[in-house]
């Protein structure tokens, strides 16, 4: 999957700047995909160039003009080919955390204990953030009201993904401390 494919994916919700964009990308589609705002600016360029968004400029008083683009029919049918196409093959894990995981016997036990600490809050953090976001997707609805009643369901099936995900770094993280604070006592 290419960086265009979640902007593309991101510009489904409707016309954004790249300002928007790319706080919408951080609240929408950052529990699968991560990109800088320059990177995204730079893929909206190159997008409008391949005639997959149009930009049009908006005046603003006391600020700079901004650029808001929308997906064009051409970029809607990349969307099509894309859903269309089979997908690659699933992510590997990539985590340096789980390297020193993997080296903890041989290595600074408190400091992997430390870090793996850490990363339980960060998850519990962006856990939060997604059940805010849920939450205010819901609007006091159930998932069965809401989901019969939207549109795309889409966003609402990939932030449940990144709430999973979540929960299960919280989980795993809990049970790697047990399991070396139990370690940390024997020795």
Same mark, same amino acid.
């Given at each position: ?7 593309? @994916? !991101? ?17 929408? +589609? !950052? ?14 360029? =190159?997008?409008? !160039? ?7 400029? +908006?005046?603003?008083? /006391? ?12 970029? /809607? ?6 859903? %269309?196409?089979?997908?690659? /093959?699933?992510?590997?894990? /990539? ?5 020193? *995981? ?9 400091? *992997?204990?430390? !870090? ?27 998932? #069965?009201?809401?989901? @019969? #009643? ?13 709430? #999973?995900?979540?929960? #299960? ?6 049970? %790697?401390?047990?399991?070396?604070? $139990? =370690? $940390? @006592?024997?020795?």
């Amino acid at each position: 999957m290419a960086l265009r494919h979640a902007v593309m @994916a !991101a510009l489904l919700e409707g016309e954004a700047s790249g300002y928007d964009l790319a706080k919408s990308f951080d609240a929408s +589609v !950052a529990n699968f995909w991560t990109a800088t705002p320059q990177q995204l600016y730079r893929e909206l360029d =190159r997008m409008a !160039a391949d005639g997959l968004v149009s930009a049009r400029v +908006v005046r603003q008083e /006391r600020r700079p003009d901004k650029r808001l683009f929308r997906l064009t029919e051409t970029g /809607r049918a990349a969307v099509r080919a894309y859903t %269309a196409e089979p997908p690659g /093959r699933p992510t590997a894990i /990539r985590d340096e955390l789980l390297v020193k *995981v993997q080296s903890v016997d041989a290595g600074d036990l408190d400091a *992997v204990r430390e !870090a793996i600490g850490v990363r339980i809050e960060q998850a519990g953090a962006k856990l939060a953030r997604y059940e805010r976001l849920r939450a205010k997707l819901l609007d006091g609805r159930t998932q #069965e009201t809401y989901l @019969a #009643e939207t549109e795309s369901v889409g966003p609402y099936l990939t932030l449940l993904r990144g709430m #999973e995900f979540e929960r #299960e770094n919280v989980r795993w993280g809990k049970l %790697a401390l047990q399991v070396l604070e $139990a =370690r $940390a @006592a024997r020795t």
